[in-house]
C-alpha cells in the first residue's frame, strides 16, 4: 500500500477492485486492482478515522461511518466512478468498534460500539434519504462483536464486550424492528470473526477472552443452538475470514496475545 495503517477497512467494490479506508489516524484512501496487482490513492475522506465500520450499497456506493479519530458520529459515501467522498447524515449516537450490516430492503443497520462504554442502541441508515432513524435497541451493551445478515434476513449479533467480554447472542427481526435472545456461544469471544456458510449456517472462529483463542463454533438458525467445530491450528483475534467460491473459509493473520500472526487456513 501507499501508506502504513492499521484499523482500517476494506471493501470489495463492484468493479473488483477493493477501497481501502483510514486506519490509525488517517483520512487517506486507495485502490488495489486485482488484475494489476498495483495500488493507486482515490479521494480522500472528509475526516481521519479507525475503528470504523464500511460496507458497500446496492448502488455500488461505499459508506462509511464512525469510527476513533475524528469519525465520532459522522458518515460518508464513497463514489467509485467520481473517486470522491461526500458527507450524508450523521448517525445518532458516536460510536467505533460497532458492527454493520446491509439488509435485503438496502437499508444499512448499525448496531453496537462503544464510546464511552458498550453500547445497545441501533440505528437505521436509508440510502435514498440519506438519513439515520433510531430502531429497537439490543439486550445487551456490546462492542468488538460480529453481526451476520441471515438466509432468513434477520441479523445475528454474536459475542463482544460488555460487562467484560460476552457470549451471548442475539437476532434483529427488521419486519418488526425488535431484538430476540436466541443461543450462546460456547465460549465467551471478542474480536472474532463470523462467516455465513453456504448452508444457512453461521462459522464463528477464533477471538480473544483474555488470552487469544482457537475454538470455533457453529449457530444453527433452525435450532438457535451452537455446536463447537474443529479448532484453528493457531489460536488469533483481529484476524480475517473469508467465504471462497469454493465454500472454505480461508482465515488470515490475526493476533495472539504476544505477536502477530501471518499464517493462513482453510475451513
Not at 87 to 111: D, E, I, K, P, W
Not at 126 to 140: A, E
Request: glycine content about 12%; overall charge neutral.
Amino acid at each position: 500500500m501507499n501508506s502504513a495503517r492499521y484499523q482500517h477497512t476494506a471493501s470489495v467494490l463492484f468493479n473488483g477492485k477493493v477501497l481501502v479506508a483510514g486506519g490509525s489516524s488517517l483520512n487517506s484512501t486507495e485502490l488495489y486492482d486485482p488484475s494489476s496487482g498495483s495500488w493507486t490513492t482515490t479521494g480522500s475522506m472528509n475526516v481521519p478515522r479507525y475503528q470504523h465500520t464500511a460496507s458497500v450499497l446496492s448502488n455500488g456506493t461505499v459508506l462509511v461511518t464512525g469510527g476513533g479519530g475524528d469519525g465520532s458520529s459522522s458518515a460518508e459515501l464513497y463514489d467509485p466512478s467520481t473517486g470522491k467522498w461526500a458527507n450524508t447524515g450523521s448517525m445518532n449516537v458516536r460510536r467505533y468498534y460497532h458492527a454493520l450490516s446491509v439488509l435485503s430492503n438496502g437499508q444499512v443497520l448499525v448496531t453496537g460500539g462503544s464510546y464511552t462504554g458498550p453500547i445497545n442502541t441501533a440505528e437505521l441508515y436509508d440510502p435514498i434519504i440519506g438519513n439515520w432513524t433510531r430502531t429497537g435497541s439490543l439486550n445487551v451493551a456490546r462492542y468488538q462483536h460480529t453481526a451476520s445478515v441471515l438466509f432468513n434476513g434477520t441479523v445475528l449479533i454474536a459475542g463482544g464486550v460488555g460487562d467484560g467480554s460476552i457470549n451471548t447472542a442475539e437476532l434483529y427481526d427488521p419486519s418488526t424492528e425488535n431484538w430476540i435472545n436466541t443461543g450462546s456461544m460456547n465460549s465467551a469471544r471478542y474480536q472474532h470473526t463470523a462467516s455465513v456458510l453456504s448452508n444457512g449456517k453461521v462459522l464463528v472462529a477464533g477471538g480473544s477472552n483474555v488470552d487469544s483463542i482457537k475454538s470455533a463454533e457453529i449457530y444453527d438458525p433452525s435450532t438457535g443452538n451452537w455446536t463447537s467445530t474443529r479448532s484453528m491450528n493457531s489460536a488469533r483475534y483481529r484476524h480475517a475470514a473469508s467465504v471462497l467460491s469454493n465454500e472454505k473459509v480461508l482465515v488470515t493473520g490475526g493476533y495472539n496475545s504476544s505477536d502477530f500472526v501471518n499464517s493462513a487456513e482453510f475451513y
